[in-house]
T-cell receptor, first 114, second 113 residues
Framework: GENVEQHPSTLSVQEGDSAVIKCTYS??????FPWYKQELGKGPQLIID?????GEKKDQRIAVTLNKTAKHFSLHITETQPEDSAVYFC?????????????FGAGTRLAVHP | DAGVTQSPTHLIKTRGQQVTLRCSPK?????VSWYQQALGQGPQFIFQ???????QRGNFPDRFSGHQFPNYSSELNVNALLLGDSALYLC????????????FGPGTRLTVT
């Protein structure tokens, strides 16, 4: 079945350190992999995404990598800041015929300590 | 440019009752997906509406139904509420004309007592 596993469930870092969150997906038909940041009391906010024809993508302090062979993708945050503290979700989308539901991981609670 | 809006923000219902949640998609978006997010978990896909029809459905019982209107807004209806239906209900909007990006609203927090 369709499943996305996400690790770790919690992550605590010092300000300025890097943070890495890893996900594994099961459906080989997945070809779109977004990452969302969710702050308390808010809906998930899209922060970066990657498509299956790309191995890596960067946006300032955030980068994502994708290994389709191993069905792994990861989020890297460099120079972390206290405002990066939130719950991060990875997702995979088995895009087919225009109907692109998202299968989410269980989330990683990131705490950045000043 | 308006983002995704949802109403109401919070709702408290009793077991067995029915509830209707509403969503207006982002300007220019024509497709709406609904997700259920239980406390401490990732969102789970309920269903997706495009051209006023349900196009894809997740593993949710028939008590969960929806509707999409000509202006692309959508409703989620849940009948015969159970305690386990307590969750944050999220709406996401997408446009088929472009990329796959889905934008979420702030959600409706439903509590069933």
């Amino acid at each position: 079945g369709e499943n996305v596993e996400q690790h770790p469930s919690t992550l605590s870092v010092q300000e300025g350190d890097s943070a890495v969150i890893k996900c594994t997906y099961s459906d080989s038909a997945s070809n779109y992999f977004p990452w969302y940041k969710q702050e308390l009391g808010k809906g998930p906010q899209l922060i970066i995404d990657i498509r299956s024809n790309v191995g890596e993508k960067k946006d300032q302090r955030i980068a994502v990598t994708l290994n389709k062979t191993a069905k792994h993708f990861s989020l890297h945050i460099t120079e972390t800041q206290p405002e990066d503290s939130a719950v991060y979700f990875c997702a995979a989308s088995p895009f087919s015929g225009g109907y692109n539901k998202l299968i989410f991981g269980a989330g990683t609670r990131l705490a950045v300590h000043p | 440019d308006a983002g995704v809006t949802q109403s109401p923000t919070h709702l408290i219902k009793t077991r067995g009752q029915q509830v209707t949640l509403r969503c207006s998609p982002k300007s220019g978006h024509d497709t709406v997906s609904w997700y259920q997010q239980a406390l401490g978990q990732g969102p789970q896909f309920i269903f997706q509406y495009y051209e006023e029809e349900e196009r894809q459905r997740g593993n949710f019982p028939d008590r969960f139904s929806g509707h999409q209107f000509p202006n692309y807004s959508s409703e989620l209806n849940v009948n015969a509420l159970l305690l386990g239906d307590s969750a944050l209900y999220l709406c996401a909007s997408i446009t088929r004309r472009g990329n796959h990006e889905q934008y979420f609203g702030p959600g409706t927090r439903l509590t069933v007592t």
